[in-house]
Nanobody
Framework: EVQLQASGGGLVQTGGTLTLSCAASTSTFDAYTIAWFRQVPGKEREGAACIRLGDHRTYYTDPVKGRFAMSSDSAKATVYLQMNSLKPDDTAVYYC??????????????????????????WGQGTLVTVSS
């Protein structure tokens, strides 16, 4: 399994920008799909965005579409989640997760799968994002 290290969370005001990073320990970075999930207390972990690293295909769920953007740096084996126009509803612990792309459906179908988190064997430790109103 690939090991993931998430970072970049913090406190930001409504309308602000924050960029999360997820560093992967693997020599086959482009073979993976990395997704960002987020979770608030008492609720299920929900998908936010994903990137299929082989072709850089991305997908965003409706709550973040148009505001969040994923990118990657293969040399650093790191993906980024740039979060713009943040809202208090974006407050959550954000987790990055990885799975080999060959084991997953295409990105636009991924978050439609019930209990999609079970498809990801590798998880980062979570980073807290707090958006103040």
């Amino acid at each position: 399994e690939v090991q993931l290290q998430a970072s970049g969370g913090g406190l930001v005001q409504t309308g602000g920008t924050l960029t999360l990073s997820c560093a992967a320990s693997t020599s086959t970075f482009d073979a993976y799909t990395i997704a960002w999930f987020r979770q608030v207390p008492g609720k299920e972990r929900e998908g936010a965005a994903c990137i299929r690293l082989g072709d850089h295909r991305t997908y965003y769920t409706d709550p973040v579409k148009g505001r969040f953007a994923m990118s990657s740096d293969s040399a650093k084996a790191t993906v980024y989640l740039q979060m713009n126009s943040l809202k208090p509803d974006d407050t959550a612990v954000y987790y990055c997760a990885a799975a080999e792309s060959r084991s997953l459906p295409m990105p636009r179908l991924l978050f439609k799968i019930p209990r999609v988190t079970r498809l990801f064997p590798s998880w980062g430790q979570g980073t807290l994002v707090t958006v103040s109103s």
